[in-house]
Each structure stands twice: as C-alpha cells, then as structure tokens.
C-alpha cells in the first residue's frame, strides 16, 4: 500500500488578505515617523505593562502592515479607551430651607400694583421703601441711600436700564425720575399730575421705557427726543400691574393687569393710518379668574410666556404666543405673586401670598415641585434674580429683603423694632436710617443661612 503525502501548493507571491487590514494603521506606519528602539533593560516593569496595556488597547497587537489571514478573536477582551463610559451617579440637589441674608426695612409698601425690587445687570439690587431707594452692591457688600428720590414719595415701581446707567423710579404723584446711581441727581423724567400714578415699568432699550399706570394706559417713552411720547398700547381696563418684553426677540411686550387680563403686543406690527401712535393687542388672554401680577418670558424659547393669577385664580398658565394658546395650567394652591424663569436650568421659581408665603420652584416642563422656600410671614409681592444667577432676592410686606445663594451655615440676629436698619453679613456695615440720616453701627448682631438654588 503506498503511503499517502500530504500535498503543499507553492505560490510565487503573497496576496494580502484585505478584509483582516486596517488601511488607516497601514498608512501611518508606512507615513508616520519610526519610533526609536526601547531599551528593554532601563525600563521598569511597571512601564513596560503600561506599554503593552497601551499597544493591546489602541495599536490591536499590530506589529505588521499586511495581514495574509484572518485574526483570531482575543480569548479576553481588554477595555477599549473608546467604549462608553459609564454613566456617573448623578449627585442629588439639596437646597436649604433657610435664606442667606435677610434685609429688615421699615416703610415697604404693599399693593397690588407696586413693583419695588430690581437686580441690575451690573449686579446692584435697588429697594424701593415709602420715599426711599436703597442700593446694595453685591459685588463689594456695600450700600448707600439714593438721595435723589428722598422725600418724594411713596415710590411705586423701581426699575434699571439694560446697561444700568440710570435707575428709573416712579412715585405715587404720577412724577418719573431717572436717577444716575453714581451721583444720585435726576438726569431726566416727566412731570405731570394729569396723569394717573405708574403702577410698571419695562425697558424696551437703553433709551426707550414702556410705562404702565393704575388707569390701564401703556405708554412708550424715548428720553433722547423733546416730545419723548412714541405710542400707546390699548387694551387694559384697569391697573397694569407688570410689564416685560421678550429679552430674546425684544419685539413682544407682554402685561398682566387689575382686569384679570394679559395681553401679548407685537412692536413690528404695522400700526393704523388713522392712529399712527397707538399699537393693538396681539392676543389678549381672559383665563385667568383674578388680577394678573405676574408675567414672566422664557429665556431659551422666545415664543414662551408663564403668567400667574391672583387670590381667586391661584393658576400658573403657560402661553403660546405665536397662536396665544394655553399650553399648560398648574394649580399652584394660593395667590402668585410673581414668578421668574431660571437663566441656566428648565425652572421657574413663584412667589405666593397666604396660608404659607412661600417660594416654590418649579421644574418645567413637568411642573414638579422642586423645593418650597418659607422664610416670609407676609405675601411676597416681589421676585429679583442675580445676573450671575443662582441667586434671588424677595421682597414681603413683612419688610424683610431675603436672597438665597451657595453654601449652607447657620446663625441668628436680632433687630430692633424701633429703627429701620439695613442688615447684611459677614463683616459687611449694618446701616441705621434715622431722620434723613444715614448712619453706621457695629452693635446688631448678626449671621445668616444661605441655600442652593
């Protein structure tokens, strides 16, 4: 029987095996720069695993350019630096219940169409007492009296202009000041007892003020020009209670008003032939059950407008503006009296009036409650947010000012009930206001709690 040979075919040439190639390997050994031999006898064990670790992990084992057969599968797979990584624990929020500072004023006036509390862009909150303005720095924890409203009373609406080179103050005599912070002098405004006292105010620009009054009126001022009166806005019956144009677009001008109405007005609708100086509504909302105090625009959806009910409506409603249709409504449980939209995250912070006066911040567009916020024994009639963010001041008939900022740490103060005084923290002076005068002292004790927003 003969014996059987195995047979073996000889080519003349290798033909690589295309499929088993990394084509962008094979141009970067063939292009790239020769890598210098290693000294195998100066390296510590622990950097050569790290070299070996590094060339399973990205070069694959590749040692050779062509591949004339298929790789084998690794036994065990080692971790590839681009695999997904794992998703992190997310670290849970906590927001104190305390606030971090807590301003006590004598002569807050409360009312239904007072708009006294303002943070400015160049992050100087203005507080408008009976016949008083104070300014307090946050940046250096200062604050002084503006003397330029002094006696001139009672202030009704405080507002800053976008660059925050004037500070706009309205006073219950129907009289408009633009105050320059620095010098404290009136640099421009109206006079005129004709006219019924400012209930809003809202810059449409450096120059130009949108003015709400008590008897319904919406006015556009611009103070470059002699006849400053540019048009009106008709539509409201009664008291306008806030004014706000949408800082994305800077075209629509929403307000909330005493008639239980809010309108949505479109500055680049052409105006009629007949009444060249007067703008209509572009929607106007009756859904609402009570007086609308707050109004408030989305900052990352410009077509996005929250506004909150009164006493007998307890609703917060979102609107659409393009069509004016409501997109939610959410029982928030008592009266709102303003609201403000977060800068940073999808959240919504209101203020409320009785049984509880709190803040309640709200995570849209689920509309969970996120925190609630006690502090004030009184409604709290104003809402201001830091330009940094993060930070909010309000504002209650009970004469406290109270922010809500960082960290966390414990303390208490006591103050005296007859004097009205300007409480800050940490180091910062305590101001007495007595008699037109502005005086320091050191002998209050004081400490605060701050929480995270």
């Not at 609406?157 to 500070?167: N, Q």
């Not at 006292?197 to 103070?223: E, K, M």
């Not at 144009?245 to 032939?273: F, N, Q, T």
Request: charged residues 20%; aromatic residues 8%; proline residues 4%.
């Amino acid at each position: 029987m003969s014996s059987s040979r195995s047979r073996r075919v000889e080519y003349d040439r290798f033909i690589p095996f295309r499929s088993a190639m990394d084509m962008d390997y094979a141009r970067f050994a063939l292009t790239g720069p020769s890598r210098p031999q290693r000294d195998a006898s100066r390296e510590s064990p622990s950097s050569m695993a790290y070299q070996k670790l590094l060339d399973d992990c990205i070069l694959k084992n590749r040692s050779r350019i062509f591949a004339f057969k298929t790789a084998e599968a690794p036994a065990s797979r080692l971790p590839q630096f681009d695999d997904a990584i794992r998703p992190q624990k997310k670290q849970q929020r906590r927001i104190p219940k305390e606030p971090d500072r807590v301003l006590v004023l004598n002569g807050m006036s409360d009312g239904d169409g007072l708009n006294l509390l303002d943070w400015g862009s160049n992050n100087v909150l203005a507080i408008g007492l009976e016949n008083v303005v104070y300014l307090w720095d946050a940046a250096n924890e200062s604050a002084k009296l503006l003397q330029g409203v002094e006696d001139s009373g009672p202030i009704t609406c405080i507002r800053w202009s976008p660059d925050c080179a004037v500070l706009a103050v309205a006073l219950g005599n129907s009289d408009l000041s633009l105050i320059d912070p620095a010098t404290g002098y009136v640099v421009d405004g109206m006079e005129d007892e004709n006219q019924s006292p400012v209930s809003s105010l809202a810059w449409r620009s450096n120059s130009i003020l949108t003015v709400g009054r008590f008897d319904g009126t919406v006015v556009d001022y611009d103070f470059r020009k002699d006849d400053m009166f540019i048009c009106s806005y008709n539509g409201h019956r009664r008291g306008v209670c806030s004014l706000k144009w949408s800082e994305l677009s800077g075209r629509y001008l929403a307000s909330g008003g005493l008639d239980k109405l809010v309108h949505i007005w479109d500055a680049c609708i052409p105006v009629s032939r007949h009444h060249p100086r007067q703008r209509q509504w572009l929607h106007r909302i009756n859904s609402h059950t009570s007086i609308v105090r707050a109004v408030d625009w989305c900052p990352t959806r410009s077509n996005l407008l929250a506004s909150g009910g009164g006493c007998n409506d307890h609703c917060v409603k979102f609107w659409n503006t393009v069509n004016g249709a409501c997109l939610n409504s959410i029982d928030a449980g008592s009266e709102v009296c303003a609201l403000l939209w977060d800068k940073n995250k999808s959240e919504l912070l209101t203020s409320h009036g009785s049984p509880n006066n709190q803040l309640t911040l709200w995570n849209y567009p689920s509309m969970t409650r996120v925190a609630e916020l006690s502090g004030h024994s009184s409604r709290v009639h104003s809402l201001s947010g830091s330009p940094l963010g993060g930070v909010v001041a309000s504002a209650a008939a009970d004469e406290t000012v109270r922010s809500a900022v960082g960290s966390i740490t414990m303390g208490s103060f006591a103050v005296s009930k007859r004097q009205c005084i300007l409480i800050q923290a940490y180091g910062f002076e305590i101001f007495k206001y007595e008699r037109n005068c502005l005086r320091t002292s050191a002998s209050v004790p004081l400490a605060t709690t701050m929480y995270i927003l």
